[in-house]
């Protein structure tokens, strides 16, 4: 496997449960995001890609929102900018940028830039993210070539559309792990996810150890993967 993708469902839910506030919940995701990242390292699986905000995520409170913004994102990410460093972690957010919030673009540019050279895991979270905005995205940077004379419409292609994308550079997954119970996409990655494999979760990420992630892997390996059919 060289890229494992996860929906992290239900940090909230997983509060609650425990009777705590939310944001307790999107803390201890917080550890098994690192914990995701060590399994990756260790698995010698080099790309692994991050839901963490979807652009149906904004209609969420304001409070939870800017503590997923300023706290989550983009505090938690530069106190741990030391370790991906010495990990050779890169790190790229993934989305629609134009939509990023001011008070945490600045951190995600400098950790952008600091990993940007980083080889031994690529990470991908997408933040401000929708596959149906990504596709869409795609089609008028397309368009705008065709417009401009750069390219012909005989010459678009399932290559160019790929390399249109907001993950241009990152091989499809092999695998997405849902958390949380729920068994869909909930719009991520729809054009990626032609040929990946599913495995759905009842446990709450907050809940999810080395363990789950061990069982999946090993699940994934028996798998005979079938491209066409």
């Not at 919940?25 to 890609?49: E, M, P, R, W």
């Not at 304001?62 to 900018?81: G, N, P």
């Not at 292609?157 to 958390?179: F, G, K, Q």
């Not at 494999?197 to 699940?219: G, N, S, V």
Request: proline share 3%.
């Amino acid at each position: 496997m060289q890229h494992l993708a996860v929906i992290p469902d239900g940090n909230r839910r997983w509060a609650s449960q425990n009777k705590m506030a939310s944001f307790f919940g999107h803390q201890k995701g917080l550890d098994v995001i690192k914990t995701a990242f060590q399994f990756c390292l260790k698995n010698g699986i080099k790309y692994f890609s991050l839901y963490a905000f979807s652009l149906e995520n904004f209609r969420r409170d304001e409070a939870e929102k800017r503590y997923l913004f300023e706290q989550i994102l983009a505090k938690a990410f530069t106190q741990q900018l030391p370790e991906l460093i010495k990990h050779n972690i890169r790190v790229r957010f993934v989305g629609d940028r134009t939509l990023f919030p001011p008070s945490v673009r600045e951190a995600i540019e400098q950790i952008e830039e600091q990993t940007r050279s980083f080889e031994a895991l690529k990470v991908n979270i997408l933040f401000c993210y929708g596959a149906t905005a990504e596709i869409t995205n795609a089609v008028k940077r397309i368009a705008a070539l065709v417009r401009g004379g750069a390219i012909q419409l005989e010459d678009i292609d399932e290559s160019m559309v790929r390399s249109a994308l907001w993950t241009e550079d990152t091989p499809t997954p092999d695998l997405i792990i849902r958390t949380g119970g729920a068994v869909r996409l909930s719009n991520f990655m729809l054009y990626q996810a032609a040929y990946s494999e599913f495995m759905f979760l009842d446990d709450y990420w907050p809940a999810i150890t080395e363990d789950h992630l061990q069982r999946c892997l090993e699940k994934f390996n028996t798998i005979k993967r079938n491209f066409g059919s």
